[in-house]
């Protein structure tokens, strides 16, 4: 059974720096694609930052992060990490992970729990 936990949300000033993390747990053979989406309240979920890793590496950032926030992976741990930079109110949300994982059986579409950003002086 594979599992994605996020960690590292939080209440932070506007300005600040926020970094926060999603495990990936299981019988895994490869990930092929992590991303972050969020929703803030009363607002549809949204692609915030993706790295796709089968075959060459890419990245996606939404417009409204891109110079702020940052995507990375650590393949050894099958950990993505999003570090959010200057942060503003309107970065408030709930923020989802999601991978595209292969394991023995299938390539599958797993979402973590949701870890909560609160951007607030």
Known sequence: QVQL??????????GGS?????TAAGSI???NSMAW???GP????ELVAAITTEGSISY???GSVKGR????????KKTAYLQ????KPEDTAAYYCTARIVTYRSVADYWGQGTQVTVSS
């Open 5 to 14: 936990v996020e960690s590292g949300g939080g209440l932070v000033q506007p």
């Open 37 to 39: 989406y969020r929703q």
């Open 84 to 87: 959010m930079n200057t942060l």
């Open 60 to 62: 996606t950032y939404t």
């Open 29 to 31: 053979d490869r990930i």
């Open 18 to 22: 926020l970094r926060i993390s999603c």
């Open 69 to 76: 926030f940052t995507m990375s992976i650590d393949n050894a």
């Open 42 to 45: 009363g607002k549809e979920r």
